[in-house]
């Protein structure tokens, strides 16, 4: 029975969702619609477990003085002191998103340069390994290198400047071959999600009963 | 080591050094460059700017600091085209990192548009008259869904906890007939979310804003018509500032971006340079 009740709740459940889509009047559309709220009630409390299980895992790193302990107290410290910049600020301003906030503050010269930067550092490594790795080693590696070039100056202003039509050509490259391929990798997915699907419904795929 | 082993293994010390002397130059000295338009973009803007006065255009804003640098200008330049043409722009946000962006963007965007607007003796825009956020909620598709419906059965309130049914401008809108237009500015996969269910479903038009890295994965829902424009990355940004006649952060971001362009297409070329004569003489 431990296994055959989360089978019958997922088969039911989904099938409720699926002929709401064709039969969206009572019941079936009520059905949907009160389902579709609970998934957002649990979709909230998923943020809390995702909470509860990283203060947990970096807690224990720090007690065994795992490898890296120092950064697991770092992330502890700056939870901490978000947590207590937003209920300062919600009590203060109603909102921690107000634009006056600790919390605001801490986001605008805190959280911001650090992932901008973060993400940025990513041009750095990309223009070496672009630098390294495209290499005309065969055709296709030539086909993807004169695309790449193509695309890469024909998006920037500069190939404006250099040839009137490079921006049309990159364009074409991205409208057309591109989204073919895009369109077909697409499908496949698309495929293989219903394929998916269809196994967690009827029971066939079981993993994610753990 | 002779010339040409050593262009084919260039320290990435010297590579980093030249890029970020490429990135840095032009923001220093402002230089600008000309923007061409292409398509997509100019059927966005388009979108947006026949839009009559009082239509209401929901706005997704869904990415974090990391796409800040590319999809923030789009958002800012959109505030702006809507607070111009009358347009009554609805703020939802899918990312939570995202919503103070929002929220930030939105007021700095009005308090210029009301300067510009004081100057020039029109009416300024009032936050819950003309604009609102409704913030934040988590449910994902379950939302993107349940809103086709209602609003107010995920979003009862607006970013700051205020009943949405207390905004004059909230109070006749209750799903997505009520807005002409979506307007996604995605850093991940969202948009394909708002496709698949607000698109597929409800019938909304669709405009995508995306990263570069996001937006050729666009195209197929461009071709199709799923989607009625798309701006991808710093370039549709710097376009859309151009067809606003606002030049911008993105604007002066592209010469930037074009510099580092040719400088890793210069870097490629030397690599194969060295790797073909490299390669010969290994042979021989």
């Known amino acids: 029975m431990r296994r055959e009740i989360p089978l019958a709740i997922t088969f039911i459940t989904s099938l409720i969702i699926i002929v709401s889509f064709f039969i969206p009047h009572a019941p079936f559309g009520t059905m949907q619609e009160i389902s579709l709220k609970w998934y957002a009630i649990i979709a909230g409390f998923t943020m809390l477990l995702g909470v509860d299980s990283l203060i947990h895992m970096h807690s224990q790193k720090i007690k065994r003085k795992k490898s890296g302990w120092v950064y697991s107290v770092v992330l502890i410290v700056g939870f901490a002191v978000f947590v207590v910049a937003g209920t300062i600020s919600g009590f203060r301003y109603g909102t921690a998103m107000d634009i006056n906030s600790s919390f605001m503050y801490l986001y605008n010269y805190v959280i911001i340069p650090l992932q901008s930067t973060m993400f940025a550092l990513l041009s750095f490594f990309i223009a070496s390994a672009a630098y390294r790795a495209f290499r005309a080693r065969n055709l296709d590696a030539t086909l993807l290198l004169i695309t790449a070039v193509i695309v890469m100056i024909g998006r920037v202003p500069i190939g404006n400047q250099i040839w009137h039509n490079f921006p049309a050509i990159a364009e074409w490259i991205m409208a057309i071959p591109q989204m073919a391929a895009k369109r077909g990798i697409l499908i496949g997915i698309s495929l293989g999600y219903i394929a998916v699907s269809l196994r967690i419904m009827l029971g066939i795929e079981r993993s994610y009963l753990s | ?284």
Not at chain 2, 7 to 24: G, Q, S, Y
Not at chain 2, 184 to 189: D, M, P, T, Y
């Open chain 2, 1 to 284: 080591m002779n010339i040409f082993e050593r262009i084919e293994k260039i320290d990435r010390r010297i590579i980093f050094l030249l890029v970020a002397i490429a990135v840095l130059l032009p923001l220093i000295f402002k230089v600008r460059m000309e923007i061409p338009i292409s398509e997509p973009v100019k059927k966005a803007f388009v979108s947006v700017d026949t839009l009559s006065s009082g239509t209401y255009i929901l706005i997704s804003v869904d990415y974090d600091p990391a796409s800040m640098p590319e999809l923030q200008p789009m958002y800012k330049t959109l505030l702006m085209q809507c607070f111009e043409k009358g347009l009554k722009p609805v703020m939802i946000v899918q990312w939570p990192l995202g919503l103070p962006l929002s929220i930030k963007a939105m007021s700095e965007m009005a308090v210029e548009y009301n300067r510009i607007a004081s100057k020039e003796g029109k009416d300024t825009v009032v936050y819950g008259v003309d604009y609102c956020n409704i913030g934040y909620r988590p449910g994902g598709v379950a939302q993107i869904v349940g809103i086709g419906k209602e609003i107010r059965d995920y979003f009862e309130s607006d970013y700051k906890g205020t009943p949405l049914d207390s905004l004059p401008m909230m109070k006749d809108i209750h799903n997505y007939d009520n807005f002409a237009l979506l307007f996604c500015l995605e850093a991940g996969s969202m948009g394909e979310m708002y496709v698949q269910y607000a698109n597929a479903r409800f019938g909304i038009k669709i405009i995508f804003g995306m990263t570069a890295v996001s937006a050729p994965d666009a195209y197929p829902y461009l071709q199709s018509g799923q989607i009625i424009g798309l701006l991808g990355g710093l370039q549709g940004a710097a376009e859309y500032e151009t067809l606003m006649k606002k030049p911008g952060f993105a604007t002066m971001g592209m010469t930037a971006q074009s510099w580092v362009h040719v400088l890793i297409v210069l870097f490629i070329l030397l690599g194969n340079i060295g790797y073909f004569i490299g390669r010969k003489k290994r042979r021989s």
